[in-house]
């Protein structure tokens, strides 16, 4: 048995629901997005969110279930409620399974703009020194374990998942080598919108606004075509947010 897990997720339709819980640093960035586009961020997130639910239907194998609903022993994949899956995930994985394995990983694909210059330079060594070690083994959802007591946190957090991933890797851990999962890291993204990484002016927000439209717009890679027809569905909602 294999289930999506969704970590969170809000009724992002619900405005007022929505601001209740918008944590203090990202207020003054959300203000500023409903004042740069006519679509508000919060109906922006809901749209993303049924296009990956529509691509987390079309998963074969697998369930998507609420933490509760999911019996001890069963592998959960730990996503956010923006993210994507290829369709193979649940076939993929299933065979491993049968062999013994508790945990997995494959190689995390991410669809973005950079963040800042650091961000891009890292970029550009992986493209140029494919071998190098990523920052985290596990990222957003490119990882998976089987349900077991004290397991919910790694499954929460990857950056505490990359640290057992690393410190038990000669245990029941699969490395697939093939990507079965896309993060898809929007303009609306969690860290794309956080101020942490220095004040988000308007035309910072512009600019990133246009390059992401353009991302949007270039075919998938061989490896990840099946994710053509939600970067089309991403570029005409870009189309949308005038």
């Given at each position: 048995?294999?289930?999506?897990?969704?970590?969170?997720?809000?009724?992002?339709?619900?405005?007022?629901?929505?601001?209740?819980?918008?944590?203090?640093?990202?207020?003054?960035?959300?203000?500023?997005?409903?004042?740069c586009?006519k679509?508000?961020?919060?109906?922006?997130?809901e749209?993303?969110?049924?296009i990956?639910?529509?691509?987390?239907?079309?998963?074969?194998?697998?369930?998507?279930?609420?933490?509760?609903?999911?019996?001890?022993?069963a592998l959960?994949?730990?996503?956010?409620?923006?993210?994507w899956?290829?369709?193979?995930l649940g076939?993929?994985l299933?065979?491993?399974?049968?062999?013994?394995?508790?945990?997995f990983?494959?190689?995390?694909?991410?669809?973005?703009?950079?963040?800042?210059?650091?961000h891009?330079?890292?970029?550009?060594?992986?493209?140029?020194?494919p071998?190098?070690?990523?920052v985290?083994?596990?990222?957003?959802?490119?990882?998976?374990?089987?349900?077991?007591?004290?397991?919910?946190?790694?499954?929460e957090?990857h950056v505490?998942?990359?640290?057992?991933?690393l410190?038990?890797?000669?245990?029941?851990?699969?490395?697939?080598?093939?990507p079965?999962?896309?993060?898809?890291?929007?303009?609306a993204?969690?860290?794309?919108?956080?101020?942490k990484?220095?004040?988000?002016?308007?035309?910072?927000?512009?600019?990133?606004?246009?390059?992401?439209?353009?991302?949007?717009?270039?075919?998938?890679?061989a490896?990840?075509?099946?994710?053509q027809?939600?970067?089309?569905?991403?570029?005409?909602?870009m189309?949308?947010?005038?």
């Amino acid at each position: 048995m294999i289930y999506i897990w969704i970590r969170k997720t809000l009724d992002w339709q619900d405005e007022a629901a929505f601001r209740a819980q918008l944590p203090s640093h990202l207020i003054e960035p959300v203000d500023l997005w409903n004042d740069c586009f006519k679509l508000p961020f919060h109906l922006f997130r809901e749209r993303l969110r049924q296009i990956a639910a529509l691509n987390h239907s079309r998963v074969a194998g697998v369930t998507c279930a609420n933490w509760d609903a999911i019996p001890e022993g069963a592998l959960v994949v730990p996503v956010d409620d923006d993210d994507w899956f290829a369709p193979t995930l649940g076939t993929s994985l299933a065979g491993e399974v049968d062999r013994g394995y508790a945990a997995f990983f494959w190689p995390s694909q991410f669809l973005q703009v950079p963040l800042d210059w650091r961000h891009e330079i890292g970029r550009i060594r992986r493209r140029i020194f494919p071998a190098t070690r990523p920052v985290w083994l596990c990222t957003t959802n490119n990882y998976a374990m089987l349900k077991r007591p004290g397991v919910r946190t790694l499954l929460e957090q990857h950056v505490a998942a990359s640290r057992w991933y690393l410190a038990n890797m000669d245990t029941r851990i699969k490395n697939i080598q093939q990507p079965l999962s896309l993060m898809n890291r929007t303009l609306a993204s969690t860290t794309a919108m956080d101020r942490k990484r220095g004040p988000l002016a308007r035309q910072k927000m512009l600019l990133a606004f246009h390059r992401y439209r353009r991302i949007y717009s270039r075919p998938a890679s061989a490896e990840l075509a099946w994710s053509q027809p939600y970067r089309e569905m991403m570029a005409t909602l870009m189309e949308e947010l005038q």
